[in-house]
């Protein structure tokens, strides 16, 4: 049996309109393991909506193979895709909900369609209504039930054919903050409990830090970048990649008015060094001052996470004696070069050559 549970190979995605061909997909190569929330993130129109849909194949792809549990998908019989359908399941910005069917007429579904006796289908609907934590809900229609809810019947929806994955399609993005943060724990505990593989399409990053262990970004129907979530935030190897883990971290003025482009640093501090004083300590250690340009700090999943830029001394042996003291605590850092706009510049690490 295959580790990878969802494998793309070369696949391209063309459309035909009016102005010619549209290339929406092109060579796509991904693996995703059993059992990984795998977040996959972009702007708008970058074509990760296309991607997801790729893997059910909702869209044929115009080239490349779609794998799924070791079976190719891509060109076999409409009965046998619809076989191996039911082991994916989906859930989507809208909900997909019958209007004219209660909560539980909605779980019951999909089991209907598959041939599941009435009864048994609705004694699994009852125990996906207590996961979703709804149980109080079962007779209520969607007109009567909030966007959270809807989206909890959504996903006892699609845990109701035993799915092995499930694609969710910007699945939070028409909630509020709070419920969703709810939808993102629950989908998190199903995840870590069921182990069921998710595959998280989103424009939205806090999404991927609270939910996803791997991610990959997208830009112009190409992946630019992926890994695991902890190794991206630390060191983003493309513009594309910081764009979206550092949206708010363009350039910032000095209180003097001028942009400050010398002995500029970009700090990653991980769960040991994200709650000391470093910064603090530095400036009593080495009597010298530091200018803080960008400052943030993230929970990726359970774990603390921090980034920060600054602009150390202009006194070259203080500036040395700075960096010297990051490298001694422990605190990865990564020269910015002079002049080069925050996106552009290489994250390679630093070199440990520092005078003591």
């Given at each position: 049996?295959?580790?990878?549970?969802?494998?793309?190979?070369?696949?391209?995605?063309?459309?035909?309109?009016?102005?010619?061909?549209?290339?929406?997909?092109?060579?796509?190569?991904?693996?995703?393991?059993?059992?990984?929330?795998?977040?996959?993130?972009?702007?708008?129109?970058?074509?990760?909506?296309?991607?997801?849909?790729?893997?059910?194949?909702?869209?044929?792809?115009?080239?490349?193979?779609?794998?799924?549990?070791?079976?190719?998908?891509?060109?076999?019989?409409?009965?046998?895709?619809?076989?191996?359908?039911?082991?994916?399941?989906?859930?989507?910005?809208?909900?997909?909900?019958?209007?004219?069917?209660?909560?539980?007429?909605?779980?019951?579904?999909?089991?209907?369609?598959?041939?599941?006796?009435?009864?048994?289908?609705?004694?699994?609907?009852?125990?996906?209504?207590?996961?979703?934590?709804?149980?109080?809900?079962?007779?209520?229609?969607?007109?009567?039930?909030?966007?959270?809810?809807?989206?909890?019947?959504?996903?006892?929806?699609?845990?109701?054919?035993?799915?092995?994955?499930?694609?969710?399609?910007?699945?939070?993005?028409?909630?509020?903050?709070?419920?969703?943060?709810?939808?993102?724990?629950?989908?998190?505990?199903?995840?870590?409990?069921?182990?069921?593989?998710?595959?998280?399409?989103?424009?939205?990053?806090n999404v991927i830090k609270?939910?996803?262990?791997?991610?990959?970004?997208?830009?112009?129907?190409?992946?630019?970048?992926?890994?695991?979530?902890?190794?991206?935030?630390?060191?983003?190897?493309?513009?594309?990649?910081?764009?979206?883990?550092?949206?708010?971290?363009?350039?910032?003025?000095?209180?003097?008015?001028?942009?400050?482009?010398?002995?500029?640093?970009?700090?990653?501090?991980?769960?040991?060094?994200?709650?000391?004083?470093?910064?603090?300590?530095?400036?009593?250690?080495?009597?010298?001052?530091?200018?803080?340009?960008y400052a943030n700090m993230?929970?990726?999943?359970?774990?603390?996470?921090?980034?920060?830029?600054?602009?150390?001394?202009?006194?070259?042996?203080?500036?040395?004696?700075?960096?010297?003291?990051?490298?001694?605590?422990?605190?990865?850092?990564?020269?910015?070069?002079?002049?080069?706009?925050?996106?552009?510049?290489?994250?390679?690490?630093?070199?440990?050559?520092?005078?003591?």
């Amino acid at each position: 049996m295959s580790d990878y549970i969802i494998s793309l190979q070369g696949v391209t995605k063309e459309f035909d309109t009016k102005n010619g061909k549209v290339v929406a997909l092109n060579d796509i190569n991904l693996d995703i393991e059993r059992g990984d929330s795998y977040g996959i993130i972009g702007l708008s129109g970058a074509g990760k909506s296309t991607l997801v849909r790729t893997i059910n194949l909702l869209e044929q792809p115009t080239d490349g193979r779609v794998v799924f549990d070791g079976k190719t998908l891509t060109g076999i019989g409409s009965r046998d895709l619809n076989i191996q359908r039911r082991k994916i399941s989906m859930i989507f910005q809208q909900f997909n909900l019958l209007m004219q069917r209660d909560a539980i007429g909605n779980i019951c579904f999909p089991m209907e369609i598959a041939g599941v006796p009435k009864a048994q289908a609705r004694a699994k609907a009852e125990e996906l209504l207590k996961v979703v934590d709804l149980e109080d809900r079962a007779h209520s229609f969607p007109s009567q039930l909030s966007g959270g809810q809807k989206q909890r019947v959504a996903i006892a929806r699609a845990l109701a054919s035993d799915p092995e994955v499930i694609l969710c399609d910007e699945a939070t993005s028409a909630l509020d903050p709070k419920t969703t943060r709810s939808i993102l724990r629950l989908l998190r505990q199903i995840n870590e409990e069921r182990g069921i593989t998710l595959v998280v399409i989103t424009h939205e990053m806090n999404v991927i830090k609270q939910l996803c262990n791997k991610v990959a970004v997208i830009e112009n129907g190409e992946i630019v970048e992926r890994g695991d979530v902890q190794e991206i935030f630390a060191k983003p190897k493309t513009r594309a990649a910081r764009k979206l883990f550092f949206p708010d971290s363009e350039e910032r003025e000095t209180p003097e008015g001028r942009t400050a482009t010398r002995n500029r640093l970009r700090l990653a501090f991980n769960e040991k060094t994200a709650y000391k004083p470093i910064i603090s300590n530095m400036i009593l250690e080495t009597g010298a001052p530091v200018n803080l340009l960008y400052a943030n700090m993230d929970a990726l999943l359970d774990e603390q996470k921090g980034q920060m830029v600054i602009c150390l001394s202009d006194d070259h042996d203080a500036a040395e004696r700075q960096k010297a003291f990051l490298i001694r605590e422990g605190v990865d850092f990564t020269e910015i070069p002079e002049e080069s706009d925050y996106y552009d510049y290489p994250l390679n690490g630093f070199s440990e050559e520092v005078s003591e």
